[in-house]
């Protein structure tokens, strides 16, 4: 099972990969993983803000499965514009940003 430390490397080695082809600007890692609770059925939680331009379903999608097939596990991607005003303050304070 992957921890915290190893999804955040990868994240951090992939980053300009990210950037390059699927437009990231920010991605951080959330929840279960970034918190240290989780377990064998936790999804890794990414939250991401897309470059102007690049917030397509399209590449939101292709982004989704190039991440689960690197993680090998499913991934809840989530845009930050996205997430609901009640929860926003919780997500931010526990993102690890790469």
């Known amino acids: 099972m992957k921890r915290q430390e190893d999804i955040l490397k990868i994240l951090t080695e992939q980053k300009q990969y ?13 929840g279960p993983y970034a918190r240290g ?3 064998e059925e936790s999804d890794i939680d990414i939250l991401i803000q897309f470059k102007e331009g ?12 190039y991440l689960e097939e ?17 929860l926003k ?3 931010l304070e526990e993102a690890k940003y790469v």
């Open 18 to 30: 990210l950037v390059q082809n699927f437009g990231v600007e920010e991605i951080a890692l959330f």
């Open 37 to 39: 609770e989780e377990n």
């Open 54 to 65: 690049y917030k397509t379903f399209d590449n939101y999608m292709e982004l989704k499965f």
């Open 70 to 86: 690197l993680f090998g596990k499913t991934v809840d991607l989530v845009i930050k514009s996205a997430i609901k005003p009640r």
């Open 89 to 91: 303050p919780y997500i």
